[in-house]
């Protein structure tokens, strides 16, 4: 026979199922907090530095870009409303969804020359870099 105690005579401190199902209600708060925050992809070329989000279902004035001592920030809020009124009854369902990003620029970027455009669901920024950062192509000395 196995002998396991109890807490308050409901569960076993062995085995907590509630978190084994569920999860933690903090792991629970984090990912409803994630939910809003699209997937973003950073790359770096020679020329510029490229950001993507992932944002199907908005529009391109759904979004604001700001720059700000260097730091860019990104922001999104959507309000839907759906009403809907019958004989009998009256429904009303609101959704709202916003999600900010900051990024802070290295030194190399030119945030004069900025770019962004959202197509097919994918927001994409584009930052140049500054002419004095850019790779230069080898060339040969001559000795005189």
């Known amino acids: 026979m196995t002998l396991i105690r109890r807490v308050n005579n409901n ?3 062995s085995q907590n199922w509630l978190n084994d199902f569920f999860g933690s209600v903090e792991n629970l708060n984090n990912y409803r907090n994630r939910a809003n925050i699209p997937a973003v992809n ?4 020679e020329d510029n530095f490229q950001i993507e989000f992932a944002a199907p279902g908005l529009t391109k004035s759904d979004f604001s ?3 700000d001592n260097d730091v ?10 759906n009403d809907e009124s ?3 009854y009256t429904r009303k369902e609101f959704s709202f969804s916003s999600f900010q990003r900051s990024f802070t620029l290295p ?7 900025i770019k962004a455009e959202y197509k097919d669901g994918i927001l994409n920024i584009e930052i140049p870099k500054k ?3 850019k790779v230069k192509p080898a060339r ?3 000795i005189a």
Do not use: C, F, H, Q
């Open 65 to 67: 870009i700001n720059l």
């Open 86 to 88: 019958k004989a009998n």
């Open 72 to 81: 860019l920030t990104v922001k999104s809020e959507k309000e839907l409303s």
């Open 140 to 142: 040969e000395i001559a």
């Open 42 to 45: 950073i790359a770096e070329n």
């Open 11 to 13: 569960y076993p401190v």
């Open 107 to 113: 030194e190399t970027a030119d945030g004069e020359g």
């Open 131 to 133: 002419e004095e950062a």
